[in-house]
């Protein structure tokens, strides 16, 4: 790794203009290209105290040997430099989104004698009318073959073409009235040709004009008594309409606009854009990117339309682009955008109404895009066997890891703290394994000792199963003295997202009968645990393996600032190449076990937040307190109300009334509402079921049965 002070330009050697510039490893390859409106400004902020960098920025720029730079006028001119040289070097840490597949166009070729419609994919070519793109080919055939009805524009290779003209006989299109046949002169190259313009027209979102027009050449056809030339027509303005209504109407007044959506998170990112036409969706497109710089969503965004639009021209760079996130700076994006039209081109973020709506139906075609393709990558099993032995090698582990566990530590200022065991067995998570655990044998906040008990609890429980069978002695083990010195932290597990509560001294859910058939909770020990963080973290881990006397279990944790795998014992981290299998598994490991460790954090605190009086009542289930909240109408006049009065309710005994009583009796009353603005207290009565308020009322709210014993929702 290079140092970027060795190759820091001398100061005053940067200009203090726009410009392009280009970072180069010691092979010569450019492996970053950017641009900027302060050439000097920009390549300073590269080499400042490395720590201070973005992580990926780091990598960058001690990968990087030299720098170099090339001044330009204005920032537009810097715009279309970086793209072309982002297209010619195709730099490694720039962003470069990759098309899930090459999507099919609907082309007329206007630039030919007589213009065919055809499927066409690649590079544009000059001349050629493009609509789309489409989804699926077949999508295009079926659009044509009901627009030939209407207009017969010649569909045929070149070479049909010409046997046609050989022979003097058309195709079987030209027999049944799908095609003019200009190939055998039933039409001339001129009215061939206006055909393939009207087409055009139609599919640019002049529809009304020839549906109006074919509907009064059916009147015309029977007024004249012309019977089956108006059933024609009335068939033509059917296809016409059964064309309009693959593609409906979602932005009025025929508008022409490409909305851009995007779903990221830390290591991908994925863009959706919808081409609406005459304010039809013509055409959908989408593609996903390794996010290897530091970007935002207005870069992603950037990147996106450079390559949109990079090598479009006229028309297909259409009169407004609705984006999620404005480039910074937008103007010089603008600029370009309108020098590619020809004409002046809006781009902004879409505040309210259709655009907005629909702009929202792109975003989660975006995010769905992103789901399927780290379904895809994760459900191939050729890749997932390749993850798993780079793992194995990585870590230097006699096999490969088929069951990883991996834990992390979730709280909020050092509250509700919990932790998460998510498994992942040959490559796939294994919802059904995995488990929660309150934080109870301290105060505070310190992952660290948190990382500690979690394991320890875990692999406690697993020994102990080990020795229910037979397979463990506890005399043997090494560390065993300690397992009594922790014992207080047992009251802390709690159960699997699928499990049940149960009384059991260490307040963890039940383990699983041998009768049932099933393995028990924590009977199968992991080939790997990983832990969310670094060195400490990767540390407390193998030291409750240690204490517990378990030497057959490889430990490594991944930190999330570089991506490093530290494993215990070394200074050093091991560093997987960015385009690791490897380590693209174990950042989805990571990352899940992040997620299922926030989202029971966040059911915890929001739980804690509701708590209401009644929850304190032993007993008391949701359908009785709503049978209380609804007969006396709010718990201010339940607060009144006297022990034979609450008796009254149905299903309340004279225990469970006076336990209200004295639940509510302690509970802090409401004060009264005041009007602000005139200072007169409000007597209203509060709503009943209300949740928690600015004058201190609570929530007789306690949740669902499952939030009660602290399981997934």
Same mark, same amino acid.
């Given at each position: ?5 060795s190759?820091?330009?001398k ?33 300073a ?72 419609v ?24 079926d659009?044509v ?21 050989r022979t ?8 049944i ?61 059917g296809?016409?309409?059964k ?16 909305? #851009? !959506?995007? $779903?990221? @998170?830390?290591?991908? =990112?994925?863009?959706? &854009? ?8 013509? +055409? ?49 994006v ?5 020098e ?7 781009l ?24 399927l ?6 459900s ?10 780079? #793992? !194995?090698? $990585?870590? @230097?582990?006699?096999? =490969?890891?088929?069951? &990883?566990?991996?834990y ?5 200022? +050092? ?27 301290f105060?505070?906040?310190d ?62 859910v ?12 924590? !009977? ?12 400490p ?10 204490e ?19 494993v ?56 009785r ?78 949740g669902?049965?499952?939030e ?6």
């Amino acid at each position: 790794m290079a140092d970027p002070s060795s190759y820091r330009p001398k100061p005053g050697q940067i200009p203090d203009s726009p410009g392009v510039y280009r970072f180069r490893d010691e092979h010569r390859r450019v492996i970053y290209v950017g641009k900027a409106k302060s050439l000097r400004q920009r390549l300073a902020s590269y080499f400042q105290d490395i720590t201070n960098l973005h992580p990926r920025t780091a990598t960058m720029v001690t990968t990087a040997a030299s720098v170099e730079w090339t001044v330009v006028s204005t920032e537009v001119e810097a715009l279309q430099l970086e793209y072309s040289w982002i297209k010619e070097f195709d730099p490694r840490f720039n962003v470069k989104y990759r098309d899930d597949k090459s999507y099919p166009y609907l082309a007329v070729t206007m630039n030919e004698e007589f213009p065919r419609v055809q499927v066409m994919r690649g590079q544009k070519k000059k001349g050629v009318r493009y609509f789309g793109p489409y989804g699926h080919a077949w999508a295009i055939r079926d659009t044509v073959d009901l627009l030939l009805r209407v207009f017969p524009v010649r569909t045929c290779s070149a070479g049909v073409f010409k046997n046609a003209e050989r022979t003097g006989r058309p195709c079987l299109l030209g027999y049944i009235g799908k095609c003019a046949a200009p190939c055998v002169e039933r039409v001339t190259r001129e009215e061939h040709r206006e055909l393939a313009e009207d087409f055009c027209d139609f599919m640019t979102g002049r529809t009304n004009t020839y549906i109006r027009r074919v509907e009064r050449q059916m009147a015309d056809a029977a007024e004249d008594m012309e019977y089956e030339k108006a059933a024609r027509l009335r068939d033509d303005v059917g296809a016409l309409k059964k064309a309009m209504e693959k593609s409906a109407v979602v932005l009025a007044d025929a508008t022409d606009a490409d909305l #851009i !959506a995007l $779903a990221e @998170d830390e290591l991908e =990112a994925a863009v959706q &854009i919808f081409h609406v036409r005459g304010g039809r969706v013509r +055409g959908q497109r989408g593609w996903v990117t390794d996010k290897v710089e530091a970007v935002t969503s207005g870069d992603l965004v950037e990147h996106a339309l450079q390559q949109l639009y990079g090598e479009e021209s006229g028309d297909s760079v259409p009169k407004e682009v609705l984006v999620p996130a404005l480039p910074e700076p937008v103007e010089p994006v603008q600029e370009w955008l309108t020098e590619r039209r020809g004409s002046n081109v809006s781009l902004r973020i879409p505040q309210r109404g259709d655009k907005k709506a629909l702009m929202e139906t792109v975003a989660r075609n975006a995010q769905q895009s992103l789901v399927l393709h780290k379904t895809k990558r994760a459900s191939d099993l050729t890749t997932r066997s390749r993850a798993l032995e780079e #793992i !194995a090698e $990585a870590l @230097d582990l006699d096999s =490969a890891p088929l069951r &990883i566990e991996c834990y992390d530590i979730s709280h909020l200022q +050092g509250d509700d703290v919990v932790a998460s065991m998510v498994v992942f067995e040959d490559g796939l998570a294994r919802k059904s394994e995995y488990r929660r655990f309150q934080i109870k044998g301290f105060e505070g906040q310190d992952d660290v000792r948190s990382m500690h008990e979690v394991l320890t609890r875990r692999f406690r429980r697993y020994l102990s199963d080990k020795q229910q069978t037979g397979e463990w002695d506890p005399e043997e083990a090494a560390g065993t003295a300690g397992t009594e010195a922790d014992g207080a932290a047992d009251g802390t597990a709690n159960g699997p997202a699928n499990g049940s509560a149960n009384g059991s001294a260490n307040g963890e859910v039940s383990a699983l009968t041998e009768e049932d058939g099933r393995p028990k909770r924590f !009977a199968y020990p992991p080939q790997l645990v990983v832990v969310d963080g670094g060195q400490p973290q990767v540390a407390a881990a193998q030291r409750a393996l240690d204490e517990l006397g378990i030497d057959d279990i490889a430990v490594c944790g991944l930190a999330k600032r570089l991506e490093e795998v530290w494993v215990p014992g070394d200074d050093d981290p091991v560093i997987l190449p960015r385009t690791s299998e490897g380590l693209y598994l174990l950042q989805r490991v990571r990352d899940e076990a992040h997620r299922f460790a926030i989202t029971y954090q966040r059911t915890k605190r929001a739980k804690r937040f509701k708590a209401g009086p009644l929850d304190a009542v032993p007993g008391l289930g949701d359908a009785r307190k709503q049978t209380l909240i609804k007969h006396f109408g709010s718990v201010k006049r339940l607060r009144s109300a006297t022990i034979d009065q609450i008796c009254e309710v149905p299903g309340i005994g004279r225990k469970t009334a006076e336990s209200i009583v004295a639940a509510l009796a302690g509970a802090v009353p409401a004060g009264p509402a005041v009007n602000t603005a005139t200072g007169e207290i409000i007597e209203d009565e509060e709503p009943a079921g209300a949740g928690a308020s600015s004058d201190g009322e609570e929530s007789v709210s306690a949740g669902t049965s499952e939030e009660r014993r602290g399981q997934e929702p």
